[in-house]
């Protein structure tokens, strides 16, 4: 097995020689706490080491699809353990990434993550606003994909729309009917680069990604076999070699994929700029004398609704990071202002 073609680059291999003795891998499937796993010598059903199981203080400690990991075959055949993951270039999560450990790995080193919305119904800059989000903490590079051109009539309108929100990020049209968009898309996974595709459900990243390996997709990403029982079961697969090169990354995590985490800085870097000049360092951008924000929405400059979308989602971020005391402490600061200020209302009350 060719592990380049599974995405190997010489930085993974020096590192990997820190440890001799094992052998690397990369993580192809999970399904609980069992792995299947590639290795120059094959697939690998894998699981962790008694010692990682004990070190491991946080569900993102434990390996997720496209990890690299150090690995040593176990006497029976096909079958390892897994010592340790080597360090992530990118990772996308799902939930909160504090120190209660609540948040969840849903693909590691991706290189670039397609955020898909179709041309029709589905078009929503909001929506791609919260995606960006997340893109951008996971530490790969988003790529704006729209789909289903060919139902689109007013294309030049919502690209316009778009450029307002994606800043300095690629937008790819496709469709997949009239074959369009696979060639941009293809240039995102030379050199064997990693790319996910995520978005609403329905606007068509299993037929591009179907697309992408070519005819026997269907064989590749579902195959059903008959288990002596006469019953069908479904095994998916979760990393995709294409034949073209490059690896995609399709996890159910994937599909399920809500907004809640992200970095909001980078997504709406103008906001943030603006805020630096408000002044009042605490500022909320509401009534304050000297918000440059509200300023910038008065001059026509910032959109209302750009502004609103930031709120909301500082607010749901807010929120999903905070553990349930902290939560309570938030409720009673929204309440009263702070403790101290709910202290010296009960006070007053029993007086
Ligand atoms: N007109 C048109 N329809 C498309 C195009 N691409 C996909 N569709 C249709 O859109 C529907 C949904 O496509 P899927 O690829 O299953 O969507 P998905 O994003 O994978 O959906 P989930 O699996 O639910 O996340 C299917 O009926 C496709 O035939 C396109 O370029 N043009
Ligand atoms: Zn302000």
Redesign the pocket.
Known sequence: MNLTEYGLTNHIIQTAAEFPNEQLARVTEQHRDLYQVIAETGILQAQVSGKFQHTALMTTDFPAVGDWVMVTPTAENGQAIIHRILPRTSALMRGAAGSDGAGQIIAANLDTVFI?M?LNADFNVRRVERYLTIAWESGAMPVIVL?????CEDLPQKLAELSEVAIGVDVVT?????NEGYEQLRQYTDNNQTVA?V????????????GLMGQDVFATKEIREDDDKGRHTTTFRQLLKLPTGGIVIDTPGM?ELRIQTGDLAKTFEDIEQLAAQCKFKDCQHQTEPGCAVQQAITAGELSAERFESYQKLQREMAYSSLNSRELENEKIKRMFGSKNEMKQMLKHLKK
């Open positions: 898909c179709s789909t289903k051109a060919d139902l496709c469709s997949a009917k009239q595709f978005g609403s459900s329905g606007v068509g990243k299993s037929t591009l990604i179907n599909r």
